[in-house]
């Protein structure tokens, strides 16, 4: 064990819902507190089904906020009483604030703000997703270091967002944990994952538009004329609806379930015959980390950015057009068809959850 070093970290964000951020920050909550630092996982609302997931030795601090702008005055409070020295925060929104609140505050402390998703090709539809390049532009430049999870979100970054060069720092994400193997040879009782089933696409992640499961779905439907399959998708959001009509107007209900957010969807990724990322765009898909180190064949969009990144252009798996649902239906079937099962340990060393802790510790400037 190490012993504690006195110095008190503070995580910024505004949940603990089930996604990629919220992972990330998770484990490396728990890789600070192993290291001997004084953890505090501030929310701007206590909630999600992470919030179980928290280490004991892992303080929550709520401050029930109904949104997260309304948390800017307790995360003040927050600072002036706790005085940490150093804070992590995550999604730009949440950024923004830890931003403001810092110099409302001000307590000297190191500020690093984590972007997790790229800009370009963005086709936001709220005011705030249309204003935050904007807001981004304005005030990432108070960051003592802007943390970008993938080359690609470094560049827009620097060419979009117009944040300092010399301020940004790729850190990929903390994904390859022990526990993604214990979790993974967890039982799992579903009928369509027993001997002798036919072999079931993945697909994980929040039901969003970004996410673009209408085209895996449809793209299903299309590798289901040249053999049998399933097809599974994991998780909840908004776009349930439109998903369930797509999938009763192509009569495929016998033939694709949604059986929304599952605490351990490790089990199911193992057992997967293929793991489809379909989104238009992404940061750094945790996903698709998470089937890589697994074993699972995958299939993913080229989207903007991480896929081409985390699969080095092909070569762990592949790579298709964003929307093109024929040319995702047939790299499936290739899938499928392809019994190879290549020796991934190499590239997952990258996505190492001790390696990565360590580098955020470095760019926070604590020694632990």
């Known amino acids: 064990m190490y012993e504690l070093s006195g110095k008190q970290v ?41 919030l179980k997931e928290v280490p004991p030795e892992v303080r ?13 005055p307790g995360l003040v409070r927050y600072l002036r009483k706790e005085m940490p020295d150093a804070m992590l925060s995550t ?37 705030r997703e249309r204003l935050m390049p904007f807001l981004m532009r304005l005030f990432y430049s108070w960051a003592d270091v802007v943390i970008a999870n993938s080359n690609g979100v470094a560049e827009d970054l620097i060419n979009i967002c117009r944040v ?21 040879e967890e039982p799992l009782d579903h009928p369509w994952f027993r001997p002798g089933e036919l072999p079931v ?19 299903f439907a299309l590798v289901r004329k040249e053999r049998p399959a399933r097809l599974m998708i994991l998780g909840e959001g908004e776009e349930r609806p439109r998903l369930e009509a797509l999938v009763r107007e192509l009569d495929l209900e016998e033939h694709v379930a949604l059986p929304g957010f599952v605490d351990n969807p490790y089990k199911y990724m193992k057992r997967a015959a293929v793991f489809v990322l379909s989104s238009r765009r992404e940061g750094l898909p945790n996903a698709l980390i998470e089937a890589l180190a697994l074993g699972t064949p995958l299939v993913s969009t080229d989207c903007p950015s991480g896929p081409a990144e985390i699969l080095e252009g092909g070569r762990w798996g592949g790579l298709v057009p964003v929307g093109d649902m024929e040319a995702l239906a047939n790299a499936i079937t290739a899938a499928l068809n392809d019994k190879k099962c290549p020796d991934v340990s190499s590239r ?6 001790n390696q990565i802790v360590q580098e955020y510790l470095k760019v926070l400037g604590i020694d632990a």
């Not at 505090?40 to 609302?45: G, I, N, R, S, Y």
């Not at 696409?201 to 793209?219: E, N, Y």
């Not at 997952?348 to 959850?353: A, E, G, L, R």
């Open 10 to 50: 503070a995580f910024f964000l505004p949940s603990l819902r089930g996604g990629g951020a919220e992972r990330v920050m998770l484990n490396l909550a728990r890789g600070f507190s192993e290291r001997g630092l004084q953890v505090d996982l501030v929310l701007a609302k206590a909630e999600g089904p992470y």
């Open 60 to 72: 929550v601090v709520d401050l029930k906020a109904k949104r997260v702008l309304y948390s800017l």
């Open 91 to 127: 999604l730009n929104h949440a950024n923004i604030i830890a931003l403001w609140a810092r110099r409302m505050s001000g307590v000297p402390f190191v500020l690093a703000v984590r972007e997790a998703a790229a800009m370009r090709d963005a086709n936001p539809s709220k005011l």
């Open 164 to 184: 300092p060069a010399e301020k940004v720092r790729v850190i990929y994400n903390p994904v390859v944990t022990p526990e993604l193997f214990a979790r993974a």
């Open 201 to 219: 696409i993945l697909g994980v992640g929040r039901l969003t538009k970004q996410k673009d499961f209408p085209t895996l779905i449809r793209a």
């Open 348 to 353: 997952i060393k990258k996505f190492c959850w």
